[in-house]
């Protein structure tokens, strides 16, 4: 399973649209890309998932580029509820095996 | 449709005791996946179970962790002789399938954090 590399902290004010990249040099032919949520104390919650190009529904986008080697998750105009911990997750559907970093800690400031 | 649901929430256990998280996946759902998550960390994969069947506990700690899914009932992981070290949030998810887990949405419940005192 590839690694996974995003920064840790981001900072951002209500309204903005907010990008958060995560890098995955490593991620084989068959893995898709899967953005999730998780707010303190609750579970993570799935946001949005790809395989190349463009993905976009009612709660974000994700850009691929060509080589795969990095994605782009975009949250269009963010409130203070979307200030939340957001993990890249890399897989290929083989392994109930989800391996999660430390994510990005998204604080949204009003 | 009620969504994964584990209980307690919250459970305190003295070292030395045992500590019982149950898990009950979605309706339909037949696979059953722990995570643990430690202050400040990414959640960490434990086990994998299928009604009656562990199909990969490659994430559980050798000694005093043990997963079942019985064929009615909840999932249970249970923890012996606890120890401060075991203090973290345990997530349960769910789907009705490995594929569709790791190619798709996966359900988590809100987990059961767990206190060692």
């Known amino acids: 399973l590839a690694k996974t590399t995003q920064p840790i902290s981001m900072d951002s004010y209500e309204g903005q649209e907010v990008n958060i990249t995560c890098s995955h040099n490593?991620?084989?032919?068959?893995?898709?890309i899967t953005w999730y949520q998780q707010f303190p104390s609750q579970g993570p919650r799935f946001i949005i998932q790809?395989?190349?190009t463009k993905v976009t529904n009612e709660v974000a986008s994700l850009f691929i580029p060509a080589d795969r080697k990095s994605s782009t998750l975009s949250l269009p105009r963010v409130s203070l509820s979307d200030t939340a911990v957001y993990y890249c997750?890399?897989?290929?559907?083989?392994?109930?095996?989800?391996?999660f970093g430390q994510g990005t800690t998204l604080q949204v400031k009003p | 449709n009620a969504g994964v649901m584990q209980n307690p929430r919250h459970l305190v256990r003295r070292r030395g005791q045992e500590a019982r998280l149950r898990c009950s996946p979605m309706?339909?759902?037949?696979?059953v996946y722990w995570y643990r998550q430690l202050p400040e960390e990414g959640l960490k994969f434990m086990v994998y179970?299928?009604?009656?069947?562990?199909?990969?506990e490659s994430g559980m700690p050798k000694e005093r962790f043990s997963a079942e899914f019985p064929k009615e009932g909840p999932s249970i992981l249970r923890i012996q002789q606890v120890v401060r070290g075991d203090s973290a949030a345990y997530f349960c998810?769910?789907?009705?399938?490995?594929?569709?887990?790791?190619?798709?949405?996966?359900?988590f419940g809100q987990g059961t954090r767990l206190t060692v005192v």
């Open positions: 179970l299928q009604k009656e069947n562990i199909i990969d």
């Open positions: 309706k339909g759902h037949s696979h």
């Open positions: 790809g395989y190349k």
């Open positions: 490593n991620i084989a032919t068959n893995d898709y």
């Open positions: 998810a769910s789907s009705p399938g490995l594929r569709e887990f790791a190619n798709t949405e996966a359900f």
């Open positions: 997750l890399t897989g290929s559907g083989n392994t109930g095996k989800l391996i």
